[in-house]
């Protein structure tokens, strides 16, 4: 886990949720340029990096929700600020759902596709392919079949992180396309946390769910930057969103 150990304890916490299949590291040029914003936390989710778990049936939404709120608990914060992307921005999206109290804001950077019942039927023929590829060959070869589908710097991150995860827990951790984050984007509609959506632009990550995010929670709002093509590496990341998301944390300081 990164801790901007630097910062004032007593500011707003920032949790920033990295995707599935980076680690903590992809977001660590976001955190710096956000530092001056709250105090940054960076976990590791469970089954990537050092966050070692090869029990598939450790991996599902409710223990990734469980899972945020005890890191809350333990650095002593009543509530927080969710940057989540990809995987990260459900669980920001379960937590702010599950715990109001406790989700002061959230920041979702491409929301997962939030499928109906053929979808996920796809989902999971998806994901067990990808965890054979893994067990049989190692991480490479699971994602680089796939890692074109995503924006260069998704497959810039994942290729990284590579070095620093434990293949059994990629595997493991695949387990979650059998779990069901929501039933429906109408779901959505009991968030009272203000958020800000980021739109994804590939198949996993649909452009048009943004809006359909944003306009279905409380309090939502579509940010003018896309994860698109013209990224390459989490310094582009970083430095296409941090302003949208520094005018979103500016709006929630008189809340």
């Given amino acids: 886990m990164w801790v901007d150990v630097a910062a004032d304890p007593t500011a707003p916490l920032l949790v920033l949720l990295h995707a599935g299949g980076p680690d903590h590291h992809s977001l660590i040029p976001l955190a710096v340029r956000l530092a001056d914003r709250g105090r940054v936390v960076l976990p ?44 990260g921005s459900t669980i920001a999206l379960r937590a702010a759902a599950a715990y109001p109290d406790r989700v002061a ?3 979702l950077i491409g929301v997962e ?32 079949p796939i890692l074109a589908q995503f924006p260069p710097v998704v497959g810039a991150m994942v290729r990284d992180a ?32 203000p958020v800000l959506v980021f739109p994804g632009t590939d198949p996993r990550h649909p452009t048009a769910l943004a809006r359909q995010v944003a306009g279905t929670v409380t309090d939502g709002r579509v940010a003018p930057v896309q994860i698109s093509g ?9 430095a296409a969103l941090a302003p949208a998301i520094a005018t979103f944390l500016t709006s929630l300081r008189g809340r």
């Fill in 44 to 87: 590791d989710l469970r089954g990537y990096g050092a966050s070692v778990c090869r029990d598939p049936a450790a991996h599902t939404w409710a223990r990734y929700t469980d899972d945020l709120i005890a890191l809350l608990d333990y650095m002593d914060a009543e509530s927080a600020v969710l940057i989540g992307a990809g995987l």
């Fill in 105 to 107: 804001g959230a920041v």
């Fill in 113 to 144: 596709d939030i499928e109906d019942d053929q979808a996920k039927a796809a989902e999971i023929e998806f994901m067990d392919a990808f965890a054979e590829r893994v067990a049989a060959e190692g991480i490479h070869a699971g994602w680089e």
């Fill in 162 to 193: 590579i070095a620093r995860s434990d293949p059994a827990s990629i595997v493991a951790a695949a387990a979650i396309g059998r779990d069901r984050s929501f039933a429906a984007v109408d779901e959505l509609a009991v968030i009272t946390a």
């Fill in 230 to 238: 013209d990224l390459h590496t989490a310094e582009d990341l970083a």
